[in-house]
């Protein structure tokens, strides 16, 4: 594979929405490759986003980079090509982790508020990965009774949203978006809780401080066109910011 001569992918592990993960020659590196095809409502919409591969990957990487510098342990080992990423294996925690500065989306609709309401303080939500289930709200008490994560897990896996939070929001107000809500995901490796997945505008809410265009994943599920550039003009900040 391109930037990476020694270590060869083996067999095709998932495809998912975004992505598709490859074993390699070690057992505990995987390969992660990004799509440009987007879905949303729950897969009911499906579509392409001219370049999303390469912008998630370039984002995502940069991004794990930054928190990794402050102390963030995640799965990243480093980019290989435009479009792939070798990774630490991990099992999976099947929860997502979702941190919300400003009232967006589904907790403004299901709460009676109006978008871009800041809230006195983050919230964070959890939710069961389940693809057949629609990714369901559960809580602590559903994580621990179903075995899918222990109090210290959900412990540590708050501390360290909260701690992405803090690094993420102020470094995005510095380029001039505001980081309105994300989606994390982790996993064990070695007995370590890593963060996994991406940070991308396919899992995060991104606003122009100016303008509150919406530079994220929302043009595509709302229909409001430009996708393509509104993930670039990200990749670009970002790039600016951290590119090396």
Same mark, same amino acid.
């Given at each position: 594979m391109k930037g990476d001569n020694r270590l060869k992918t083996?067999?095709?592990l998932y495809e998912g929405k975004a992505k598709i993960i490859y074993a390699t020659e070690d057992p505990g590196?995987?390969?992660?490759?990004?799509?440009?095809?987007?879905?949303?409502?729950?897969?009911a919409k499906k579509g392409t986003i001219?370049?999303?591969?390469?912008?998630?990957?370039?984002?995502?990487?940069?991004?794990?980079?930054?928190?990794?510098?402050?102390g963030v342990a995640t799965h990243l080992v480093k980019q290989l090509d435009d479009r792939s990423v070798l990774v630490k294996r991990m099992q999976m925690i099947p929860l997502e982790v979702v941190v919300r500065n400003v009232?967006?989306?589904?907790?403004?609709?299901?709460?009676?508020?109006?978008?871009?309401?800041?809230?006195?303080?983050?919230?964070?939500?959890?939710?069961?990965?389940?693809?057949?289930?629609?990714?369901?709200?559960?809580?602590?008490?559903?994580?621990?009774?179903?075995?899918?994560?222990?109090?210290?897990q959900l412990a540590v896996m708050e501390q360290k949203a909260g701690q992405i939070n803090?690094?993420?929001?102020p470094f995005f107000d510095s380029i001039g978006i505001?980081?309105? %809500?994300?989606k994390l995901e982790f996993g064990l490796a070695e007995g370590e809780i890593l963060l996994g997945d991406e940070i991308s505008p396919d899992?995060?809410?991104?606003? %122009?401080?100016?303008?509150?265009?919406?530079?994220?994943?929302?043009?595509?599920?709302?229909?409001?066109?430009?996708?393509?550039?509104?993930?670039?003009e990200v990749c670009q900040r970002v790039e600016n910011a951290l590119g090396n």
């Open positions: 083996t067999d095709m590196l995987l390969v992660m490759k990004y799509k440009d095809e987007a879905t949303a409502l729950d897969g001219a370049n999303k591969g390469l912008v998630n990957n370039r984002v995502s990487c940069l991004l794990f980079k930054l928190l990794e510098q402050h009232m967006a989306g589904s907790l403004a609709k299901k709460l009676g508020q109006e978008e871009g309401q800041v809230m006195a303080m983050p919230v964070l939500e959890l939710y069961y990965k389940n693809d057949e289930l629609h990714d369901p709200m559960i809580n602590g008490y559903h994580a621990r009774a179903l075995g899918w994560a222990t109090q210290e803090q690094i993420l929001q505001i980081l309105v %809500d994300f899992s995060c809410r991104l606003w %122009d401080k100016e303008s509150m265009a919406k530079l994220d994943k929302d043009r595509f599920r709302r229909d409001l066109g430009q996708e393509a550039e509104a993930y670039q």
